[in-house]
Nanobody, 124 residues
Framework: QVHLVESGGGLVQAGGSLRLSCAAS????????MGWFRQAPGKKREFVTI????????DYADSVKGRFTASRDNAKDTMYLQMNSLKPEDTATYYC?????????????????WGQGAQVTVSS
């Protein structure tokens, strides 16, 4: 069983930056692809980014491309999301997720393990 814990959320003004971390425990996730998703109140959970198992390939949603950077440190079983130039529409609960199949999927139902979420609020 894999346990994921996000940290680093908070309140920031538009144009500011935040860095989220996702620490895994219970089992190494170095063979899994890892993703970030977000969900705003009243909206569906949406894809943000996915990092393949060795970090050599990263895919981003168009809405965050050029502003967000995802990375991972397999030695620490940790994934990161650096968020710059934040906008009010980035306000959401951000979840990290792990896919043991390393499918490269953008769909949340393909991810087996999930964190509890970290709140990010961007004020205008």
């Amino acid at each position: 069983q894999v346990h994921l814990v996000e940290s680093g959320g908070g309140l920031v003004q538009a144009g500011g930056s935040l860095r989220l971390s996702c620490a895994a425990s219970g089992r190494t996730v170095s063979y899994y692809s890892m993703g970030w998703f977000r969900q705003a109140p009243g909206k569906k959970r949406e894809f943000v980014t996915i990092v393949n198992r060795n970090g050599s390939s990263v895919d981003y949603a168009d809405s965050v491309k050029g502003r967000f950077t995802a990375s991972r440190d397999n030695a620490k079983d940790t994934m990161y999301l650096q968020m710059n130039s934040l906008k009010p529409e980035d306000t959401a609960t951000y979840y990290c997720a792990a896919d043991p199949q390393d499918s490269g999927s953008r769909f949340p139902w393909d991810y087996k393990y999930w964190g509890q979420g970290a709140q990010v609020t961007v004020s205008s």
